[in-house]
């Protein structure tokens, strides 16, 4: 039982859109990712995940609209639903899904990361 503090986790590493793993409990995932630019249009036959933004914003791209989140907001995209996330300046998000879900979803592309690391 170690406590966890995100803004150092983050300073571990630089790169966009690579997952690293700070927590797991019931068989998810605690996941800090840093956001810029535009992701992949991917969804996740079945997991649901939530955002949660620590710094910056983003919008949730879905196909009939987008959702802008700020800091201290999260969202649950529900299993199945299409999205994009989009970050124009780097923001920093902690994600929480079943640990067995991969970043593309149904997208397999050079931006899949199979086993993030733990930090």
Do not use: Y
């Not at 535009?38 to 879905?62: I, N, P, Q, S, Y």
């Amino acid at each position: 039982m170690e406590k966890v503090n995100l803004a150092e986790k983050l300073s571990l590493f630089q790169a966009h859109w690579e997952p690293k793993i700070v927590g797991e409990l019931n068989g998810q995932h605690i996941k800090l990712v840093k956001f810029q630019g535009t992701f992949v249009w991917h969804r996740h036959e079945a997991e649901d995940e939530m955002f949660l933004v620590l710094k910056g914003a983003f919008d949730m791209l879905f196909r009939d609209r987008a959702v802008t989140l700020n800091e201290g907001e999260f969202i649950i995209v529900p299993r199945g639903v299409e999205h994009c996330p989009k970050a124009e300046r780097e923001t920093h998000v902690l994600l929480f899904e079943p640990a067995a879900t991969l970043n593309t979803g149904n997208n397999r592309s050079e931006r899949t990361v199979r086993r993030p690391e733990t930090l």
